[in-house]
């Protein structure tokens, strides 16, 4: 029978052949065999053998299957046609996108090179680090979108305007900013970090037995360097070593003062990427929970808050803390060991030093315990970074230019040591520090308002920002004071600087809030005043009407229209009038 000998073939044939014998009728002739072969049980000639053998055998099937049959085998061989083609295509998609995952594994071996670089990692450390690299870079930043060139950037007729009129806020307030949809923040990442001018390989002293060999070298934790020491390290050269804290040990953070736990150690260490730090000392501030943050940050970007002892204990009294020690975004790091006794000193620590911390992250966004952050941090890293070019970006001050101002200003307001801080200046003043002026231009400032940092992790960064620690290591705690000598030595031997930008956009994207103290304060005032008395409510008496009859009393006439004027002329027009009728009768109302 035709039919159950084509669907036994079925299964032997296969679509490929079937589709090649797909037209011809004739039957091929059989090619001689080229030894006594017993005939196949299923061929129905018993002749051919080989490929010639199985296209008459198909030959055969097709000339005697019937049409049904036929269009049923053209659909599943169309089918399996279908299949194969699409199947081929989404293999060849996963291929084609499979490299530009690639590209961002890039970073983290970059800084991961100087890491090593920097003797930071030990033999157990080297294989920790690696099983980190691998498990957070692989998975997370595949999702990354790929980078792309715009010819015209969507904010680029975005023109400046000053803040609004507000009579209720008359100090500074922020002003409008144009920022990209963290979506296309992302594609406009670059693929590479940005050139370190000159320097390219940054290591860190690290030394086991410390001697102060003068008066105002510093404290144990920075190292105590001395002057000369302190000329070196702005002799900026291809590689170089230099003081950066932590030198009692070659992992900052384990034994070397500003002390963590190993767990938090490990978790900083497993950062990749962008990091987000802030940190309260001395429970000075309230903390503050960042907000409108995409869900793409809040997989992919760190937030990292260090606390002291003191603040945790506060903290813990009235917030609850889960099982990975987060509260909220931030991801709680307590310190120990803390290497100074003034709690805003021991906050310049992570603030500058973040790199250090951080070894593995390509960028970094500093914001103080008071602020809240309420922008993406992609969003900011295109908007300043990315978008200018730049590898270090600062708001400048509101109101001061010039350090000269800004030191009596901090003396006025009991910030510091009045004689520290005029020692500070009189050592700058011999050094060639000057008052800021138009000469200076492009730079606009000398004062930065710092508590916000946005950088990238690069060497010539990683310098500026160690020689910046170094200074208030060695003199105060004030860094505004210290900026702008740092910044113009290292400006005046390489093509680099700090991009200082308004300090009405660095307040369009933290709010600032009061310190600790002052907010407590603030808040007994108010719980002192004593209550408002509750207002007065008159109730109104009914107005009374007069009868109809009043405007024929001529004393209550006159009356009425002394007290009323224009109102009661106005309303008596609106009453009807009364005519006479006629015979002397009654009026009537119209």
């Given at each position: ?26 039957l ?51 089918v ?85 009129v ?49 008066s ?18 702005y ?37 990749h ?73 021991n ?70 040591d009045?004689?520290?801080?005029d ?9 060639g ?50 900026f ?94 009364r ?12």
């Amino acid at each position: 029978m035709s039919s159950g000998a084509s669907l036994g073939l079925r299964t032997s044939g296969s679509y490929g052949s079937l589709q090649q014998s797909n037209g011809q009728l004739a039957l091929p002739a059989p090619s001689p065999p080229l030894a006594a072969r017993k005939p196949a049980k299923l061929s129905l000639g018993g002749g051919g053998a080989g490929r010639g053998g199985d296209r008459l055998l198909l030959a055969r099937i097709w000339v005697f299957a019937s049409r049904r049959q036929r269009m049923l085998l053209l659909l599943l061989v169309a089918v399996a046609v279908v299949c194969y083609f699409h199947f081929s295509s989404l293999v060849s998609k996963d291929e084609v996108a499979a490299p530009g995952t690639q590209t961002m594994p890039r970073f983290s071996d970059h800084i991961q090179s100087l890491v090593n670089g920097n003797g930071l990692n030990t033999t157990s450390q080297t294989g920790k680090q690696s099983d980190i690299s691998n498990e957070k870079v692989q998975s997370p930043l595949r999702t990354f979108p790929p980078a792309i060139a715009l010819e015209h950037h969507p904010c680029e007729n975005f023109s400046f305007s000053p803040p609004p009129v507000d009579r209720k806020r008359t100090g500074p307030r922020p002003c409008p900013v144009c920022y990209m949809p963290v979506e296309q923040a992302l594609a406009l990442m670059p693929r590479v970090p940005t050139a370190s001018p000159i320097l390219q390989s940054l290591n860190y002293l690290s030394e086991d037995h410390l001697v102060l060999k003068e008066s105002n070298s510093g404290s144990l934790f920075g190292g105590y360097p001395s002057l000369e020491q302190r000329d070196m390290s702005y002799d900026i050269k291809d590689s170089m070593t230099i003081h950066c804290g932590f030198v009692r040990g070659k992992i900052p953070g384990l034994n070397t003062g500003f002390d963590v736990d190993e767990a938090d150690l490990y978790e900083m260490r497993k950062c990749h990427g962008t990091v987000v730090a802030s940190a309260i000392f001395g429970n000075y501030d309230i903390m503050q929970q960042p907000e409108n943050i995409s869900e793409f940050s809040k997989d992919t970007v760190c937030f990292f808050m260090f606390l002291d002892e003191e603040t945790e204990a506060a903290i813990m009294n009235t917030t609850t803390v889960d099982n990975m020690k987060r509260i909220g975004l931030w991801r709680v790091v307590v310190v120990h060991n803390l290497p100074y006794s003034d709690a805003r000193r021991n906050g310049k620590v992570p603030k500058l030093l973040l790199h250090r911390l951080f070894p593995n992250v390509r960028y970094s966004l500093w914001i103080d315990g008071k602020l809240k952050l309420v922008k993406d941090p992609y969003q900011l890293l295109e908007r300043f970074l990315w978008r200018k070019n730049v590898s270090f970006a600062i708001s400048r001050h509101y109101r001061r230019f010039d350090v000269f101002e800004e030191a009596e200003a901090n003396k006025a307001g009991g910030k510091y040591d009045n004689a520290s801080i005029d020692n500070q200046i009189e050592f700058y003043k011999r050094e060639g520090l000057t008052h800021y002026s138009s000469a200076k231009l492009p730079i606009t400032s000398d004062v930065p308002e710092g508590c916000v940092i946005i950088r990238e992790n690069i060497p010539i960064t990683n310098l500026f920002t160690c020689l910046w620690f170094n200074e208030v290591d060695r003199f105060t705690s004030r860094d505004q004071i210290s900026f702008s000598t740092v910044r113009d030595k290292i400006r005046s031997r390489v093509n680099w600087t700090a991009d200082m930008f308004l300090d009405c956009e660095r307040r369009d994207f933290v709010v600032q809030a009061y310190h600790r103290e002052l907010m407590e304060q603030r808040l007994a005032a108010l719980r002192s005043q004593p209550p408002p008395p509750p207002p007065v409510v008159r109730a109104q008496q009914p107005r009374k009407m007069l009868p109809d009859n009043a405007a024929k009393e001529p004393g209550r006439a006159s009356a009425t229209k002394k007290s009323s004027g224009k109102r009661s002329r106005k309303s008596s027009s609106k009453r009807p009038r009364r005519t006479k009728g006629a015979g002397g009768k009654d009026p009537i109302r119209l």
